[in-house]
């Protein structure tokens, strides 16, 4: 059981960049692989980006170059660095967490918006 709280959305123009954060309590942080989701109105919830509990990452094919996922185990933190941003970016953004022990994926955040204007 682990509990997720996403920060750093907001305001940006096209071109600009933005830093999310999750921070994660409740459990041993090292015990779970970590990911951004996105949703936009109207549109289903979308994969971004993921990292393990190791340390492995990976991405949707279309954020590679332009979207990097990391976490500091220390500090119990995922963040999601986003540069280049576009308008087509825009949507809340949401921490996920499953758990390696047993693959409960049901762990979620309560989103954090960023809107991208042009």
């Known amino acids: 059981q682990v509990q997720l709280v996403e920060s750093g959305g907001g305001l940006v123009q096209a071109g600009g960049s933005l830093r999310l954060s999750c921070a994660a309590s409740g459990d041993i942080f090292n015990l779970y692989n970590m990911g951004w989701f996105r949703q936009a109105p109207d549109k289903q919830r979308q994969f971004v980006a993921a990292v393990t509990n190791d340390g492995d990452t990976n991405y949707a094919n279309s954020l590679k170059g332009r979207f990097t996922i990391s976490r500091d185990n220390a500090k119990s933190t995922v963040y999601l660095q986003m540069k280049s941003l576009k308008p087509e970016d825009t949507a809340v953004y949401f921490c996920?967490?499953?758990?390696?022990?047993?693959?409960?994926?049901?762990?979620w955040g309560q989103g954090t918006q960023v809107t991208v204007s042009s």
């Open positions: 996920n967490a499953v758990d390696v022990r047993n693959g409960a994926r049901g762990y």
